[in-house]
């Protein structure tokens, strides 16, 4: 997929899930366009079938909603015009911004414009790390973060494969860096030092030069901190130049798109993910109905959808759209989900967040037994 550049993209708002009498404003934000579109497809696909329940019950608080949709590309730039778009247009609410890079810089503008933010997928520590330092309260996350995450693949690796010669690779951005510093710390505090450390460009499309060295230090798993497109592009090479390697993976690979690239290179690679909540069984009905509109609920798209279940919720509990009085009615209750009941804590971030071990086959993921 090609990747759209430029401010006129940046600032790209769609309407989806409109009703002409919409009286409240919110706003789904992710990468429609470019190398993790899919990804931007999961969080309006997500989006979508909220606004749509939520309207069909009665909007909130006797008000309809009406979905915005920006483009991103998950890129920094484009997610500050994208933010400064919803702001004009007057949102309450942002579920997004899907990558790290591009949520982080958005949170600054959407707390001075007295917007709450909930993203469904952004696990950098720093997105409610730093508002908290800054006195932002108005940030959340339905999803997990990166300590976790790394502590959850870093035990994986120490209690499966000791001995083992780690490569750990990342590609440069929050979330990519992120996840395989955590992780660098669980190995390290384990005992296990890394063979190699090293970064790749995230447009990179030949890895021939850091597989070769990655041969001749022999190593034995691959700890990649990046998205599914290189990661797919990068097994698939160490395969074809001989490199046995296993590769473990993060959240970030959870779409069917990985395997489409990949093929079946991607057989045994690794993964952290959360429970998939496509799979609970008190979820069927809601996938039921995404899958009979073509569409497979993977990866963040549920998460998506209860971000804004929980927004809307909390906001009949506050009586009010006001991003504070709805802060204050996340943190003080739980909020029973399609990815589960959540409690936020002072943070922002979920209680008690929980990542399983995953193994790519046959183009599709499943959890490896405890």
Known sequence: ????????????????????????????????????AAFGEQLRRGATMAVEEINAAGGVNGQKVELLVGDDACDPKQATAVANKMVSD?????????????????????????????????TNPKLTDDAFAKGNTTVFRTCGR????????????????????????????????????????????GGLKEAMYEAYNDTDKDFTALINKMKQAKIDIIVLGGYHTAAALMIKQAREQGLAAKMMGFDSLETAEFAQLGGAATDGVLMSFPPKAEDD?????????????????????????????????????????????????????????????????????????????YLWKDGKSAPIKK
């Not at 997004?96 to 469904?120: N, R, T, V, W």
């Not at 690796?157 to 955590?182: F, M, Q, R, T, W």
């Not at 209750?333 to 399609?338: F, H, R, V």
Request: charged letters at 25%; one cysteine or more; aromatic letters at 8%.
């Open 281 to 357: 069984p008190k979820n069927a009905a809601l996938v039921k109905k995404f899958r009979d509109a073509k569409y497979n609920p993977e990866g963040y798209t549920l998460f998506s959808y209860a971000a804004i279940k929980a927004w809307a919720e909390a906001a009949k509990k506050a009586g009010s759209t006001d991003a504070a009085k709805i802060a204050a009615a996340l943190r003080s209750g739980k909020y029973d989900t399609a990815v589960g009941v959540l409690e936020f804590d002072q943070k922002g971030d979920i209680k008690n967040p929980v990542y399983d071990i």
């Open 90 to 122: 007057k949102v309450a609410f942002v579920a997004g911004h899907f990558c790290s890079g591009s949520s982080i810089p958005a949170s600054d503008i959407y707390k001075e414009a007295k917007i709450l933010q909930i993203s469904p997928a952004s």
């Open 146 to 189: 990166d300590d976790v995450q790394g502590k959850t693949v870093g035990a994986f690796i120490l209690k499966n494969n000791k001995g083992a010669k780690v490569a750990i690779l990342h590609d440069k951005s929050p979330y990519g860096k992120g996840v395989a510093d955590e992780t660098k710390k669980a190995i390290n505090a």
């Open 1 to 36: 997929m090609k990747r759209t550049y430029g401010a006129l993209a940046a600032a790209a708002i769609a309407l989806a899930a409109t009703p002409a009498f919409a009286q409240i404003k919110i706003g789904s934000a992710g990468p429609m366009t470019g190398q993790y």
